[in-house]
C-alpha cells in the first residue's frame, strides 16, 4: 500500500505563513513603501521636483525641507519620492520584456529540444556577453539617451535570464512522471505545456521577477548617473547621485538620500524574493 | 576533454562574430546615415557628403564590415573622428588603466568572495554564517557607483588619505609611478569587488554545502579526517567547480561596472573613453570599444572554460 502525502496547505495558509516568514515580511515592507512613493507622487509631492530656488540652495534638513535642498534649491524629499516613479516603470517594463520574451523561448526550447533548444541556449548565452549598460551605451550612441533606451537595454538583457531559468525548471517537470503520462493520453507538446509545465514553472518565475526587478533598478540608476537613462526633469535617483557628486565637500548627505532609497528598494526586493523562494517550494511547505 | 575544448572553442568564435555583427549593425547601418548622426541635424549635405567619403560610408555595407573585421585581423583600426588617431592607440592607453583596475577588482572579488563563502558554509546556522549571509544581502542591494561615491566621502572628503580621483600615471617621469598608480585604483577596485564578492560568497556557500553533503565528505570524516582537512583537501576544490562557471559571468557584470566605476573617480580608462565618444558622436570609437568590451567577457569565459575542464576530472580522458 502506497503512502499518502498531506495536503498542501490551503492559500489561507500561504498568506499567513508569508507574514511570519521575516525575509518575506520585511521585503514586502519595504517594496510596499517603494510602490506607494511612486504612487503618492503622482498626486502629490511637498513641492514641485524641478522647482528651482536659488536662494535656498544647499539647505540642511528642516521641517519646510525634509531632506535640504540641492544646489538649485530643489526639494530632495519630493525628487526621491518622484524619482521612485522612474524605478518603478524601468523594473516593470524591463521585467516585462524579459519575462514575455524569455519565459516564451525557455517553454519553446524545453518542448521543443534538440536544435531548437541549443539554438535558444546559444543565443541566451550570446546576450550574456552584453550586459544592460553595454546596450544602452549601444542604443544612446544611436538614438540618444532616455527611459525607453533604458528599458530596452535592461529589457533585452532579461530575456537570456528568464530564457534559462524557465527552461532549467520546465525541463525538470517534463520528466516528472505525470507529464509522461499526459504524453502516453496522446496530449500533445503544447498541450502538456500549457496544462503543466506553466503552472509548475510559475513560482519559479516570480521569484526571478522579484530578483530582476531588483537588479532593474540598480541598472536604471547606473544608467541615470552617466546620463544614459531617464532625462530631465524627470528625477531620478541615479541623476541625483551624478549631481550630488559636484557637492560633495558643501554637502556630503545629498549623496547618501538617493542611495538609501536605492538600497532600500532593492533590499525590499530581494528578500521578497527570498521569502518567495521559501514559501513556494512544495518541500518546504510539506515540511511545514 | 579535446572534443569539449574544441566545442567551446567553435563557440568562443562564433559568438565573436555574432557580436561583431550585431555591433556593426547597430551602429553602421542601423542608424541610416551615420555621418548624419556624428554631425547633427543641422549638418550642411556638402558636408555631410565630405564625411560620408573621408570615413568610407558611401561603400556597401558588407564591404564596410569586411574592412572593418579585416582590419582588426591584422592589427589595424580605423581613425578615430574627434581625436584623429587610430582607435587602437586611443584604446592602447586606456587599457592601462582598465585592464589593471578589472584585474584587482577580479582578485579582491576572489579573495574576499570565496573566504566569506567558505567561512559562512563551515558555521551554517551559525552567527558567522548568519553575519555573513546578512552582509551579503546587504552587499548585493548596494549600487558599486554609490558605494564609490562613499568611498570618496570616507576616505578622500574626511578623512583625506588619498585625492577624490584621477589618476597619475604608470610611469614616474609623468609624476606617477607603479605605488601612486595603485593606491589611484585601490578605492576604485573595492568598490567594483564588493559587490560581486557579495553575490560570489552566496554561491560559494551553497556549492560548499552542496558539497559536504556528498558521501565522499562523510567517508573521509569517518576515517578520521579533520574537519579542515576534509575542507581543504575534498571540499574545496570540487565546490570550486560551480563557483568557477559564476566568476565567469561575473566578469561580465564587473566590466560593466568598470565602465561606470571609471566615470565615478575620473580615470582616463575605457569607460571614459566610450562617454567621451558617445559625446562627441565618435561612433568609430564607441563601436570599437564596446567590441572590445564584449570581447574581453567571450574570452574570460572562454578561459573559465578551459579551466574547467582542468579542474573537474570527469571531463579528462580515462588512463588506458
Not at chain 1, 221 to 245: D, F, I, V
Not at chain 2, 34 to 51: F, H, M, N
Not at chain 2, 221 to 229: I, P, Q, V
Not at chain 2, 249 to 268: D, K
Amino acid at each position: 500500500m502506497s503512502a499518502v502525502l498531506p495536503a498542501p496547505p490551503a492559500s489561507g495558509g500561504l498568506v499567513a505563513r508569508a507574514l511570519r516568514h521575516p525575509s518575506f515580511a520585511i521585503g514586502a515592507v519595504l517594496t510596499l513603501l517603494l510602490v506607494a512613493a511612486a504612487v503618492l507622487s503622482l498626486a502629490w509631492s511637498p513641492y514641485p521636483p524641478a522647482e528651482i530656488d536659488i536662494p535656498h540652495k544647499l539647505q540642511a534638513p528642516s521641517a519646510a525641507h525634509w531632506f535640504g535642498t540641492d544646489s538649485l534649491g530643489r526639494d530632495i524629499a519630493s525628487q526621491l519620492l518622484v524619482g521612485a516613479r522612474a524605478s518603478i516603470l524601468v523594473g516593470v517594463f524591463a521585467v516585462l520584456i524579459g519575462f514575455s520574451i524569455g519565459a516564451a523561448l525557455g517553454l519553446l526550447a524545453s518542448a521543443r529540444g534538440g536544435w531548437v533548444e541549443e539554438g535558444v541556449m546559444r543565443l541566451s548565452d550570446f546576450t550574456f556577453a552584453f550586459p544592460a549598460l553595454l546596450s544602452a551605451i549601444l542604443l544612446g550612441a544611436i538614438y540618444g539617451p532616455g527611459l525607453v533606451t533604458g528599458i530596452v537595454a535592461i529589457g533585452v538583457f532579461n530575456i537570456p535570464v528568464f530564457a534559462r531559468v524557465t527552461r532549467a525548471a520546465a525541463n525538470a517537470i517534463w520528466a516528472r512522471e505525470y507529464v509522461l503520462a499526459a504524453r502516453t493520453a496522446g496530449k500533445n507538446r503544447w498541450q502538456i505545456t500549457w496544462d503543466h509545465v506553466v503552472p509548475n514553472v510559475a513560482s519559479v518565475l516570480i521569484v526571478q521577477a522579484t530578483n530582476q526587478f531588483a537588479t532593474a533598478i540598480i541598472a536604471e540608476a547606473a544608467l541615470s548617473y552617466l546620463g544614459l537613462g531617464t532625462q530631465p526633469p524627470m528625477p531620478s535617483w541615479g541623476r541625483m547621485l551624478n549631481e550630488a557628486q559636484t557637492q560633495m565637500f558643501q554637502a556630503p548627505m545629498l549623496a547618501v538620500y538617493p542611495g538609501m532609497a536605492i538600497v532600500l528598494a532593492v533590499l525590499g526586493l530581494n528578500l521578497m524574493g527570498d521569502g518567495l523562494r521559501d514559501l513556494l517550494d512544495p518541500k518546504l511547505a510539506r515540511k511545514r | 576533454m579535446s572534443v569539449f575544448l574544441l566545442k567551446r572553442f567553435a563557440t568562443f568564435v562564433a559568438t565573436l562574430a555574432v557580436a561583431s555583427v550585431l555591433v556593426f549593425a547597430v551602429l553602421d547601418v542601423l542608424p541610416g546615415n551615420v555621418a548624419q548622426v556624428i554631425l547633427g541635424d543641422t549638418a550642411t549635405p556638402e558636408s555631410i557628403a565630405a564625411l560620408e567619403a573621408r570615413l568610407g560610408l558611401n561603400r556597401p555595407a558588407l564591404v564596410r564590415y569586411g574592412d572593418w573585421v579585416g582590419g582588426l585581423l591584422q592589427g589595424r583600426t580605423a581613425q578615430s573622428y574627434s581625436y584623429d588617431t587610430p582607435t587602437a592607440t586611443l584604446i592602447g592607453e586606456r587599457l592601462q588603466v582598465t585592464l589593471p583596475l578589472a584585474l584587482l577588482a577580479m582578485a579582491f572579488t576572489v579573495l574576499i568572495g570565496i573566504s566569506a563563502g567558505v567561512y559562512a558554509a563551515a558555521r551554517q546556522n551559525k552567527a558567522g554564517d548568519v553575519g555573513v549571509m546578512a552582509l551579503s544581502q546587504l552587499g548585493i542591494a548596494v549600487p558599486n557607483f554609490w558605494f564609490a561615491i562613499l568611498l570618496i566621502l570616507l576616505f578622500a572628503v574626511k578623512l583625506q588619505w588619498v585625492n577624490a580621483g584621477g589618476f597619475p600615471g604608470w610611469s614616474e617621469d609623468d609624476g606617477g609611478g607603479l605605488w601612486p598608480g595603485l593606491v589611484a585604483l585601490l578605492l576604485p577596485a573595492i568598490a567594483l569587488a564588493v559587490v560581486q564578492a557579495a553575490v560570489l560568497s552566496r554561491w560559494t556557500r551553497s556549492a560548499v554545502l552542496e558539497t559536504l553533503r556528498e558521501d565522499y565528505v562523510r567517508t573521509a570524516r569517518a576515517k578520521g579526517l579533520s574537519r579542515r582537512a576534509v575542507l581543504w583537501k575534498h571540499v574545496l576544490r570540487n565546490a570550486m567547480i560551480p563557483v568557477l562557471t559564476i566568476l565567469g559571468l561575473q566578469f561580465a557584470f564587473l566590466i560593466s561596472g568598470t565602465v561606470v566605476v571609471e566615470n565615478v573617480f575620473v580615470l582616463p580608462g575605457i569607460g571614459r573613453l566610450v562617454f567621451q565618444a558617445i559625446a562627441n558622436r565618435d561612433l568609430v570609437v564607441v563601436r570599437d570599444v564596446v567590441l572590445l568590451l564584449v570581447a574581453m567577457v567571450v574570452v574570460v569565459n572562454f578561459v573559465v572554460d578551459v579551466l574547467y575542464a582542468v579542474i573537474d576530472p570527469r571531463l579528462k580522458p580515462s588512463d588506458a
